[in-house]
């Protein structure tokens, strides 16, 4: 149950993509313009018609110190888990639980959740059944007699889509209300509306929700490819020569309390969770609306959760993933709801690629940013301005906020939409 | 924080497609009757496998049980269940999306893994191997036969976007994951969607298929499969002191959730009271369950909380009970801790002896017995239950199904990665106006 007179703040926020591994470096690169998408390093691309991406380019060790750990765990998950953890150590809760009795802190412990979105699964992980498929000459007796000599008995644990979960859950032991939300590109986003959803309905305390995601790798570029989603250089949101987006691979998350509590504490707040909107389009697994109308029901229904009116929005952080009919139909839906009169819009695949299930989420640690700074970072591969998109209010430069709010637009297969609401804070 | 009164919600419609049965009504009937859905596995050649056994789903017949059979071909198996059981469950409650109000409808699924095909992964291998290991040339091979279609089957909202195609839901949608407490986790959030007032209907369940050579593998490799294979039907025996593994299930569970005083109004069937949630992270370890039942026991706590009730209005309990050594014990001890004196009273069955293990889909499935249970008046047994164990020492209902008068029953999922949901669904006769 939603309480106007509870407010819902975000206190910590991480990030891991090819831009950076902190969210003072993603920034840097996404406020002066400089893309972290480059020819590709994980397999060779010689003979491939896609050369780039925005890797990681860190070692897991980096990322996850505990080397005992990587044996169970795949690489999307380091980017979880770094992620997430990240965002607990920057909201303090740690420091802040350090300090409490023993009853307190089981009961700390039992009202922090964690929600994360993931991005289910890969192709590559499946790859270590192929030496066996090689030794049993494709005959599947010979496959089951051989299974245990060839493949690691972690094979499963490695690649349960709900690891990050896991695994944070047992280093933070925040052992409250949580959810491994796998919905595509909408996974990461919708994690923050169901956490800030269950602190507002005294589900839990405190949440940290992050969305996670690894998606470039041989199979999917192929497939997108095929589909002809694939760019072969960094995206270009709106943009007439738009051709496409380019895969990136990371994670971000926040953590969500009530203002009071982080008041009480003594916490920093990044901003503040207003409200959400979520809707299918009811259209399969790959197709779109023609004329983005479930993209407006979602930024109506976010306006409304929210109590805000249009007007009050100072920007937007569209999807942009850089697909021709995909960023056509997600202006469309902004302008059926805003009219002429647009906030600045902006969209960040340009800088570190299309992170799927973190994508969405990425987004709003950077908005969080741009909010506190007053400044909307540019689109720095746009031209010109698509003519069937135009008039929009998207630029190469840095613009202003009209106010401290910002939407944010996620779309994703399956004909989702996402939108949320969110203030800044200076 | 104020208390709000919350919003009630109903169960009008069910539908489920499992390996004892096609339809609802047939896995209802086959459970009563004490069948066992398990035997050796036909899907493929599981003959060099540990685990030469499974509990398929039999007869299933795709193409009369899915209504826009133009979807099967972006179909899986598991989407096929899914779309089935959720057809039945709309039919059953006799409604479904329309024009005016198909944006007030959502859907709220717990999905299987998203591992790939056996004969995809075999394409890959014969294209892109060098010497067993991937090579990522072969699939620049012109005669490389990806198809973007079985791409499209593997994302992992793939079921998601079938079944708002398939009923024209454009309200909220979700699809998660917590393993074996998906099915739990996905109703859990269905619930919460519709008393924040997001919906006023949703079609809310689980659907898995694990039985193909890639997903038996990953359970063979860790040693969680019962290896009885001479004795496919008496292997699940859940809370059995010789218990010695899981049987792999599938399929699917849908139910059809619904305002309740505009169920009473249009004059609908309602099984029960979907009436709590509750959800916790064990926190322990990753496959092995806190043997003092430390996360579960905080789940159901919960779960009662948020039903308004206490532990001594649960009259059944829909256990997990998967038939492993651990998850039993552990399950067993947060019962015990959590029912204390009454737990002598409170009758406990895991249906998972009879369909095995559904994995992403048996919170679903079990969600679905549990309000089935309600309606008729009657617990389904503990199958295959022959030697205590002084671990698991709860009231047990073996031998024969239990006829009662069931006020509330209690239906938990305890997954891998130590996600734990509980639900509690009350009888109707129960609620006071």
Known sequence: MKNPSEKIVFTGSGIVCGAGTSVAEVWERLASGETAVAPFTQFDGTKWPVKVAAEVLQDNRFLVADRKLHKTISRTDMFGIYATESAIEDSGLPTYREGLGEEETIDFNDRSGLIIGSGGGNYTSNYEYLPLITEAKGELPGFGRELANQVTPMWLLKNLPNNVLCHVGIRTQFKGTNACITNQCSSGVLAVAEAASAIWNNEADRIAAAGHDAPFEPEMVYYYHQLGLMSGAAPKPFDAGRNGTVFGEGSAAVVLEREADAKARGAKVLGEFLGFGCCSEATGILDLEPDGDGVRRAIEAALDDAGISKADVGMICAHGNGNQASDLTESMGIRHVFGDDIPPVTAFKWAYGHLIAASGIADLVMILEALKRGIIPGIATLEEVDSLIAPFPVSREATKPRSDIALLICQGFGGMNVVLAVRGRC | ?433
């Open chain 2, 1 to 433: 924080m104020a208390l709000i009164k919350k919003r009630r919600i109903a169960v009008t419609g069910i539908g489920m497609v499992t390996p004892i049965g096609n339809t609802a009504a047939e896995t209802w009937a086959a459970l009563l009757a004490g069948k066992s859905g398990a035997a050796p596995t036909q899907n493929f050649d599981a003959s060099g496998f540990t685990t030469t056994f499974s509990a398929e789903v039999k007869g299933f017949d795709a193409e009369s049980a899915v209504p826009n059979r133009k979807l099967l071909k972006y179909a899986s198996r598991s989407h096929r269940f899914a779309l089935a059981a959720a057809a039945e469950a709309l039919s059953d409650a006799g409604i479904a999306p329309t024009e005016s109000d198909s944006h007030r409808w959502g859907l709220s699924v717990g999905a299987g893994m998203m591992s790939v095909a056996y004969d995809d992964l075999k394409v890959v291998h014969d294209y892109a191997t060098d010497g067993g290991q991937f090579d990522a040339a072969g699939l620049m091979n012109p005669d490389f036969p990806g198809n973007p279609v079985n791409f499209c089957r593997w994302q992992s909202n793939a079921g998601l976007g079938l079944l708002t195609k398939q009923f024209g839901i454009r309200g909220y949608a979700t699809s998660v994951h917590t393993a074996c407490a998906s099915g739990g986790q996905a109703l859990g959030t269905a619930l919460k969607v519709m008393r924040r007032g997001q919906c006023d209907y949703m079609l809310a369940g689980g659907f898995d298929s694990m039985i193909n050579p890639i997903g038996i593998s990953g359970f063979c490799l860790l040693g969680a499969l019962s290896t009885d294979n001479d004795n496919p039907t008496g292997a699940s025996r859940p809370f059995d002191a010789t218990r010695n593994g899981f049987v792999l299930g599938e399929g699917a569970g849908f139910l059809v959730l619904e305002d309740w005083d505009r169920a009473k109004a249009r004059g609908a069937t309602i099984y029960a009271e979907f009436a709590g949630d509750g959800n916790s992270l064990s926190c322990y370890r990753i496959t092995d369950s806190p043997p003092d039942g430390n996360g579960p026991i905080q789940a159901i706590e919960q779960a009662l909380g948020d039903a308004g009730i206490t532990a001594a209005d649960i009259d059944y309990v829909n256990a997990h009970g998967t038939s492993t050594q651990m998850n039993d014990r552990s399950e067993c001890s947060a019962l015990k801790a959590v029912f204390a004196g009454r737990v002598e009273e409170v009758r406990v069955s895991s249906t998972k002896s009879s369909m095995g293990h559904l994995i992403a889909a048996a919170g679903a499935v079990e969600a679905a017995v549990c309000c089935l249970a309600i309606r008729e008046g009657i617990a389904p047994m503990n199958a295959n239950y022959e030697t205590p164990d002084p671990d698991c020492d709860v009231n047990l209902i073996t031998g024969a199904p239990q006829p009662m008068r069931i006020r509330a029953a209690l239906s938990n999922s305890l997954g891998f990665g130590g996600s734990n949901s509980s639900l509690v669904f009350r009888n109707p006769e129960e609620v006071k106006p």
